[in-house]
């Protein structure tokens, strides 16, 4: 009963396709940055690009370089900012022990995610590719960045025609179709998004409703006060102690981690405390969660 439109997925090129070889020569910019790289750069998950290394501090090895030949830096996913992109998500504001132990389960199969395309998660190879001190010293790192919102979030009855682009959507610019149910997220430009741009903007697309029917479910709970979201996740969901802060994060991430809580595909130990928050929900409800949370201010103070 996994929805398969919560995980686009690009399938796999075929068996014997060559591997893309990246333009080396052509420089390229995003908005407000006076960096250019190539594409060959952009692409470089031993040295990443860095479009704003004045809004960060010094990026530590594991987070810059990774460590070959598996342990791809986490900067290339998840940006040197830390404020990821929706298929991998934010780093930013992460307690330490959160992140180290989330990356541990990915390493040890207790944390997978429920794709119905069956592609593997490619945060497992990596998490194999680090020791526990290298992803705790990227995870200091991030535990002190702030985290800024990126998505606008839009309740219709049509969306944007969209594709696949990996593991995201991208507009097609072709025309609109009903939103049927469903939470589409995409960025503002596919080529910024693919230039690995921090500052790209995403609009999350959800039905009209949503984001009251999430509030309902926000406060009290889904069913009753044990649940409701805020005595584990904090006043304004900002986090608590390990409990790791979700207002603000990219929507389409949230709802797939309420799938992957409520399949199971999250079942390292501390993932208890949310089955009894996410058994009883339709898929309808955890779309207008993850659109309320995601529409929630990200930090007590946003930077700008
Ligand atoms: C090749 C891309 C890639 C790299 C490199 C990468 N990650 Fe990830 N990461 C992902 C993806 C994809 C997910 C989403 C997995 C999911 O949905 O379960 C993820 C999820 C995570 C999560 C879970 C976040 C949450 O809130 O649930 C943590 C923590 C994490 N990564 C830490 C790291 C650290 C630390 C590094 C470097 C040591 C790193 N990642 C490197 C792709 C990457
Ligand atoms: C009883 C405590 C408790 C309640 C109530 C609770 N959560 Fe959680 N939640 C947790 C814990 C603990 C984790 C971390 C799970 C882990 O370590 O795998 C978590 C993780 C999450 C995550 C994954 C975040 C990430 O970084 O991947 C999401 C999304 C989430 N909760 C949403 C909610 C929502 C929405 C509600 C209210 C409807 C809620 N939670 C209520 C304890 C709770």
């Not at 598996?70 to 992109?85: K, S």
């Not at 992803?135 to 998505?151: C, D, G, I, P």
């Amino acid at each position: 009963m996994v929805p398969a439109w919560a995980f686009p997925t690009s399938p796999p090129p075929p068996k014997g396709t060559p591997p893309v070889v990246y333009d080396s020569v052509t420089l390229h910019g995003v908005p407000n940055s006076t960096q250019r790289y190539t594409r060959k750069q952009v692409a470089n998950a031993f040295d990443i690009p860095d479009w704003f290394p004045r809004q960060h501090p010094a990026m530590p090895s594991s987070v810059q370089y990774g460590v070959r030949p598996d342990g791809r830096a986490c900067g290339f996913c998840h940006l040197p900012d830390g404020q990821g992109r929706p298929e991998n998500g934010t780093l930013a504001g992460l307690p330490v022990e959160y992140t180290v132990r989330q990356v541990r389960a990915m390493r040890d199969g207790t944390r997978g995610h429920a794709n119905p395309s069956g592609t593997a998660n490619p945060m497992i190879s990596v998490a194999k590719g680090f020791a526990d001190d290298e992803v705790r010293t990227a995870a200091r790192y991030y535990a002190r960045l702030r985290l800024t919102r990126r998505n606008i979030i839009r309740e219709v009855a049509d969306v944007p025609t969209t594709r696949i682009a990996g593991l995201l959507y991208a507009l097609d610019g072709t025309g609109t179709e009903p939103i049927a149910g469903r939470l589409i997220e995409a960025p503002e430009s596919i080529e910024r998004h693919e230039l690995r741009d921090p500052w790209v903007r995403y609009t999350t697309y959800v039905p009209l409703g949503s984001l009251a029917r999430g509030r309902r479910l926000t406060t009290p709970g889904p069913v009753g006060a044990p649940t409701n979201c805020a005595t584990c996740h904090g006043p304004q969901l900002l986090g608590v102690g390990d409990v790791p802060p979700i207002a603000g994060r990219a929507p389409s991430n949230l709802l797939r981690q309420l799938i992957n809580f409520r399949t199971r595909a999250r079942r390292d130990s501390t993932a208890t405390p949310m089955y009894a928050v996410v058994d009883s929900l339709t898929i309808d409800d955890m779309v207008a969660l993850a659109a309320y949370v995601g529409s929630l201010p990200p930090s007590r103070s946003p930077r700008k």
